[in-house]
């Protein structure tokens, strides 16, 4: 006490994880908005776990949590993602509002994890869309849906966008003369509001942008492919189960166009510039370029 470094823990007994919840979402959250992913997360907290203390929310609890999440089918990297929210708002409250909470029971869960030998490591797709299956895709929209489907599909590899930043640009952000576009609030792992990025229209992409029907009233907010992202979310499915397409999902058109960067020669900071990510680690899980790639001419080995 003398020391303060005293922590009176009692006060913990009477608040819920749902009220620090809440409080974390209202004053952090108003902020720095979260995205569609931590926001459904603590959501799931709060539906699931709200009525606990926060006292109660011990070591043991949370690797009880990490259990019935498995048994329920939630792979290593979704539990991860679950306890690293959960820890945001413990050192939130912790640090920022000084409550006596600590952080040593989600470590622990964490620690427990490994010894229940759960992985939180994702797993690296390889699966790239063949040339067939682009066409057979596009050609079956074309028939079954109103939506410019096959724009948005060879859009989606030659830019490397996410289909959120896709069905949200906007004309007033497109810069014809030197065939670049802004992406607003580009997905960061820090920065969720204000992350804008220019980028640049490659191969096919301006030719796409120009060809949509840009409205007569054109205002701030006119978006070039003016679809909800949840809706080619559920299209695409759809239409890869009709066509028997198996275990292709829309974001590997992304991992297509990032590939591609790198096979038609583009260095690692140009392809970044491109698909937005930050460091060759999280660019590298998105290229797969073979072994028989790397070989040269023979002029090329004579000379290099």
Not at 38 to 49: F, P, S
Not at 115 to 142: A, F, G, M, N, V
Request: hydrophobic share 35%.
């Amino acid at each position: 006490m003398d020391a303060k470094r005293f922590k009176d823990v009692r006060g913990l007994a009477n608040l819920t994880l749902k009220q620090l919840i809440d409080r974390y979402i209202e004053e952090i959250g108003a902020e720095h908005p979260f995205g569609k992913n931590k926001t459904a997360v603590l959501n799931a907290w709060c539906r699931n776990h709200g009525d606990v203390a926060v006292a109660d929310v011990t070591d043991d609890y949370l690797t009880k949590f990490v259990r019935d999440r498995r048994k329920g089918g939630a792979s290593g990297v979704t539990i991860g993602i679950d306890l690293t929210y959960l820890a945001g708002v413990f050192k939130t409250a912790k640090g920022l509002w000084k409550l006596p909470i600590s952080l040593e029971p989600i470590e622990a869960a964490r620690a427990n994890m490994g010894h229940l030998k759960i992985s939180t490591k994702s797993t690296e797709r390889k699966r790239r869309p063949t040339k067939e299956e682009i066409d057979q895709l596009c050609d079956y929209l074309d028939k079954h849906s109103s939506l410019p489907m096959r724009d948005i599909i060879h859009f989606a590899i030659e830019s490397a966008m996410r289909i959120e930043e896709i069905t949200l640009l906007r004309w007033i952000d497109l810069n014809e003369g030197d065939r670049t576009i802004i992406i607003r609030n580009r997905k960061h792992p820090r920065e969720k509001v204000g992350n804008d990025q220019e980028v640049p229209l490659l191969g096919r992409t301006f030719e796409i942008v120009q060809r949509q029907p840009k409205p007569a009233n054109l205002t701030a907010e006119s978006r070039i492919f003016p679809v909800l992202a949840d809706t080619v979310s559920t299209i695409f499915p759809r239409a890869k189960k009709a066509l028997k397409i198996e275990d292709l999902h829309f974001h590997d058109l992304r991992h297509e166009g990032v590939s591609r960067l790198f096979e038609q020669g583009y260095q690692i900071q140009e392809v970044a510039l491109v698909s937005g990510h930050r460091d060759w680690k999280m660019l590298a899980r998105y290229t797969q370029i073979k072994a028989r790639d790397l070989h040269r001419s023979n002029t090329t080995q004579q000379h290099g």
